[in-house]
């Protein structure tokens, strides 16, 4: 089974642009979870869907947004850009169901903002 | 507030055993992650902790203590791929969020 995909893998913007990053979930996997994570430290929260319904948001701008589609995939995008959006951003699967609900990572996507 | 701790880098000898310790403090528990992440690359599920305790899969345990927020992961038999960095998560937030420590960065060397 395929894993998470994410594309691009890289990916090189100037300040003010914009970007949409994609991840494709887990087969059967119905929650998307997006995370930044910056060189030396450990992913942030931005955004949660399950079954195309926004579940929750980090304490990011309003800049970055997100959606889910109705075969689970998710686009984040981001306005505006900054030179401090450039960072590793990581979509994650789960089943969206229970506690302890295990989430998976996807390769990510590597943002450099110039 | 949310704060997940646990210390920046370790080093340890092939072969040897590593304990790596997180402390935290979260609104909403709903259980506690460990992720290893090689440099460049996505973080890989290693273990799941929900009630406390110790949990064996094969060379790595995890342990939890939800009365003092602790947790640690024990990597043993040391093999030089266990370099990398090892990622304490907390689920919580009423959402299953994963609120993650820095991480700790393992050396091992021969």
């Known amino acids: 089974d395929a894993g998470v995909t994410q594309s691009p893998t890289h990916l090189i913007k100037t300040r003010g642009q914009h970007v949409t990053l994609r991840c494709s979930p887990i087969?059967?996997?119905?929650?998307v979870s997006w995370y930044q994570q910056v060189l030396g430290q450990g992913p942030q929260f931005i955004f949660q869907?399950?079954?195309?319904?926004?579940?929750g948001r980090g304490n990011f701008p309003d800049r970055f947004s997100a959606r889910q589609f109705p075969n689970y995939s998710s686009e984040l995008n981001v306005n505006a850009l900054l030179l401090g959006d450039s960072a590793l951003y990581l979509c994650?699967?789960?089943?969206?169901?229970?506690?302890?609900?295990?989430?998976?990572f996807g390769p990510g996507t590597r943002l450099t903002v110039l | 507030g949310q704060n997940i701790d646990q210390p920046t880098e370790m080093t340890a000898t092939e072969g040897a055993i590593v304990q790596i310790n997180c402390t935290y403090q979260?609104?909403?528990?709903?259980?506690l992650f460990w992720y290893q992440q090689h440099a460049g690359e996505a973080p890989t599920f290693l273990s799941y902790?929900?009630?406390?305790g110790l949990e064996e899969k094969g060379r790595f345990s995890s342990f939890l203590s939800r009365s003092k927020g602790y947790s640690y992961l024990l990597l043993k038999e040391l093999q030089m791929k266990d370099s990398a960095s090892y990622l304490c998560?907390?689920?919580?937030?009423?959402?299953?969020?994963?609120?993650f420590g820095a991480g700790t960065r393992l050396a091992v060397h021969p």
């Open positions: 994650a699967s789960s089943s969206g169901q229970g506690a302890g609900d295990t989430q998976y």
């Open positions: 087969s059967g996997h119905k929650s």
């Open positions: 869907y399950y079954e195309k319904e926004e579940r």
């Open positions: 979260t609104s909403g528990f709903n259980g």
């Open positions: 902790n929900v009630l406390d």
């Open positions: 998560a907390v689920l919580g937030g009423g959402y299953n969020k994963l609120i």
